[in-house]
């Protein structure tokens, strides 16, 4: 920065941090450590991740309208990375692999309480619906009692 500074003087302009031999930043003339620099509103960055809640230094994930890192982007079930993955997004905007999604929730059979998923290498699940109850095919009887 072409100045000397004492072992004592060359401290963070926000905190008073002596800086001596660590990383720091200078913004219009301003000495900050590192931690001031990223979460005190001085670095220019605006993107905080979603998920975590920390400064995004480097790649952004955009998801929902939001942004997130990319390690931090995961389903809340397995907690699978989703970065690049297809993914699902319940009512309270809680975010799924597509798998978890349709184990949580799929409607479930009134016969067997199992959910309703659909079958293996399909995005669609075939259902029984009779008197506002759901049932797997195999598990649908069609005799009902009427009182």
């Not at 990319?70 to 975010?95: A, H, I, K, Y």
């Not at 692999?97 to 009134?110: F, G, I, L, M, T």
Request: glycine share 6%; net charge neutral; aromatic share 10%.
């Amino acid at each position: 920065m072409g100045h000397l500074f004492h072992h004592t003087c060359f401290t963070c302009s926000l905190c008073g941090k002596i800086l001596s031999g660590k990383p720091f930043y200078t913004v219009s003339g301003r000495i900050y450590c590192e931690e001031d620099f990223l979460y005190s509103g001085v670095h220019p960055s605006t993107e905080v991740c979603n998920s975590c809640g920390y400064l995004i230094m480097d790649m952004v994930l955009q998801a929902r309208g939001k942004s997130y890192h990319p390690s931090c982007f995961r389903c809340v079930v397995c907690r699978q990375s989703l970065e690049g993955q297809p993914f699902s997004v319940d009512t309270d905007s809680r975010v799924y692999c597509v798998s978890d999604y349709h184990k949580v929730r799929a409607p479930r059979c009134a016969a067997c309480r199992a959910p309703i998923l659909p079958t293996e290498g399909s995005a669609e699940c075939i259902r029984v619906e009779s008197l506002n109850r759901s049932y797997h095919v195999e598990c649908y009887n069609g005799d009902v009692n009427l009182i």
